[in-house]
């Protein structure tokens, strides 16, 4: 079928919008139709050519929502009319990382999606004979896509698509570091570095696990009072002092858990040194430029700092997605105010922009 998609032809140049042949799902697979798509860092990273592992063409794009057109040969949980989020990071239910409850890394497609491939080695996606990849499995930047049954959750269909498209990336990712990366526990007290989408949900993370105080830290004032929203009980605007001024905030020990959601490897550290000693747990979110290291001091670490990353927040996609998605419609989290702006498939690289210029948490594409 042709579909509209935005394509990145060339590292470095604006996405173009264009129309795309897109094939039927093979074996495994489901067509399904993007109502909504949020607009990531990951995405912008890779257009700029930033990434060492980015590839073109590609259709970009990977924080999508929709319902499922049509299913493959042996595709048994999803039908026609399911709502679904898009999973970067899949869950086959069958590897040894699925079976075990310490990870979420699923290896059931690892090195065909780094390389821009559905499981079977090719794409769905092309234009005139000329192969397109499929960015982080997902390619949501378009009307239509073809996604392996394992990398799509259902998701309740009373949900608004707009709100649990954020569910796809970064709101999982924040919430996710918090309940399960870190598990925090009631009455703690916790800091967060960075107040974009993964900090305010792991602000919102801590809070709903019952911590007692959550200090978010960040260079912008207004993200500061986002945090406040999302249940920050101080906030510091950060500066050269951060560590020494969270450590006077908490009796000269430091926090019981730390969360690191700024890709700023200085400010990774300062999370670790922001940990309390004796059990202090420091959780890296953010990822970091190509080469860079997290300097930390031995010290810190024998004196019973902990260190833990996270991707996807330790969110097991098609298990827990759905249960986030059901504590935002009970209220428990506020989703509304993530959403800055709304924009057309065509608008996409003022997606970028406007990331690039920190104006608003997430512009949503809506389609149709
Ligand atoms: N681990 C994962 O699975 C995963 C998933 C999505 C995003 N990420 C990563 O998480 C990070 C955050 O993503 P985001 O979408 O929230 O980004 P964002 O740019 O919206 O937010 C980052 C925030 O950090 C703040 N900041 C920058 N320097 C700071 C400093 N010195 N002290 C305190 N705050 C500072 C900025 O003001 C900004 O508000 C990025 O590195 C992103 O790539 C990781
Ligand atoms: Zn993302
Ligand atoms: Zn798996």
Same mark, same amino acid.
């Given at each position: 079928?042709?579909?509209?998609?935005?394509? =990145?032809?060339?590292?470095?140049?604006?996405?173009?919008?264009?129309?795309?042949?897109?094939?039927?799902?093979?074996?495994?697979?489901?067509?399904?139709?993007?109502?909504?798509?949020? &607009?990531?860092?990951?995405?912008?990273?890779?257009?700029?050519?930033?990434?060492?592992?980015?590839?073109?063409?590609?259709? =970009?794009?990977?924080?999508?929502?929709?319902?499922?057109?049509?299913?493959?040969? /042996?595709?048994?949980?999803?039908?026609?009319?399911?709502?679904?989020?898009?999973?970067?990071?899949?869950?086959?239910?069958?590897?040894?990382?699925?079976?075990?409850?310490?990870?979420?890394?699923?290896?059931?497609?690892?090195?065909?999606?780094?390389?821009?491939?559905?499981?079977?080695?090719?794409?769905?996606?092309?234009?005139?004979?000329?192969?397109?990849?499929?960015?982080?499995?997902?390619?949501?930047?378009?009307?239509?896509?073809?996604?392996?049954?394992?990398?799509?959750?259902?998701?309740?269909?009373?949900?608004?698509?707009?709100?649990?498209?954020?569910?796809?990336?970064?709101?999982?990712?924040?919430?996710?570091?918090?309940?399960?990366?870190?598990? &925090?526990?009631?009455?703690?007290?916790?800091?967060?570095?960075?107040?974009?989408?993964?900090?305010?949900?792991?602000?919102?993370?801590?809070?709903?696990?019952?911590?007692?105080?959550?200090?978010?830290?960040?260079?912008?004032?207004?993200?500061?009072?986002?945090?406040?929203?999302?249940?920050?009980?101080?906030?510091?605007?950060?500066?050269?002092?951060?560590?020494?001024?969270?450590?006077?905030?908490?009796?000269?020990?430091?926090?019981?858990?730390?969360?690191?959601?700024?890709?700023?490897?200085?400010?990774?550290?300062?999370?670790?040194?922001?940990?309390?000693?004796?059990?202090?747990?420091?959780?890296?979110?953010?990822?970091?430029?190509?080469?860079?290291?997290?300097?930390?001091?031995?010290?810190?670490?024998?004196?019973?700092?902990?260190?833990?990353?996270?991707?996807?927040?330790? &969110?097991?996609?098609?298990?827990?997605?759905?249960?986030?998605?059901?504590?935002?419609?009970?209220?428990?989290?506020?989703?509304?105010?993530?959403?800055?702006?709304?924009?057309?498939?065509?608008? &996409?690289?003022?997606?970028?922009?406007?990331?690039?210029?920190? /104006?608003?948490?997430?512009?949503?594409?809506?389609?149709?």
């Amino acid at each position: 079928m042709k579909i509209r998609a935005a394509v =990145l032809e060339e590292f470095g140049q604006p996405l173009a919008v264009q129309e795309v042949e897109l094939a039927e799902p093979r074996a495994g697979e489901v067509l399904v139709r993007l109502v909504a798509c949020g &607009v990531c860092h990951t995405d912008l990273y890779t257009a700029s050519g930033a990434d060492p592992s980015g590839y073109a063409p590609a259709v =970009l794009g990977h924080e999508g929502a929709g319902v499922v057109e049509s299913v493959g040969a /042996d595709v048994t949980s999803l039908v026609p009319g399911d709502h679904v989020v898009t999973l970067f990071s899949p869950q086959c239910g069958e590897c040894v990382h699925c079976v075990d409850p310490r990870t979420n890394l699923c290896l059931a497609i690892r090195e065909q999606q780094n390389q821009g491939l559905l499981p079977d080695g090719s794409t769905r996606i092309s234009r005139g004979g000329e192969d397109i990849r499929h960015f982080m499995g997902c390619s949501t930047f378009a009307e239509y896509t073809v996604m392996p049954e394992i990398a799509l959750t259902k998701v309740n269909p009373e949900a608004p698509f707009e709100h649990v498209c954020l569910f796809a990336c970064g709101l999982s990712t924040g919430l996710g570091a918090a309940i399960n990366t870190a598990a &925090v526990a009631p009455g703690s007290t916790c800091v967060v570095f960075g107040a974009g989408m993964v900090g305010l949900g792991a602000v919102a993370g801590c809070r709903l696990q019952g911590a007692e105080r959550v200090v978010c830290v960040d260079l912008s004032p207004e993200r500061l009072e986002l945090a406040r929203g999302q249940g920050a009980t101080d906030l510091l605007v950060a500066d050269e002092h951060t560590v020494e001024r969270i450590l006077e905030m908490t009796g000269g020990f430091g926090a019981d858990y730390t969360f690191e959601a700024t890709g700023n490897v200085a400010v990774m550290r300062q999370a670790v040194e922001a940990a309390r000693m004796g059990w202090g747990l420091c959780t890296v979110a953010g990822v970091a430029g190509r080469g860079e290291t997290l300097d930390v001091v031995p010290r810190f670490l024998i004196t019973g700092r902990r260190v833990a990353g996270s991707s996807f927040g330790g &969110v097991k996609g098609r298990d827990q997605v759905p249960i986030l998605v059901e504590r935002a419609m009970a209220g428990e989290i506020d989703v509304a105010p993530f959403i800055s702006h709304h924009l057309s498939l065509d608008e &996409v690289n003022r997606g970028f922009e406007l990331m690039e210029a920190q /104006d608003g948490i997430r512009s949503v594409i809506e389609f149709g």
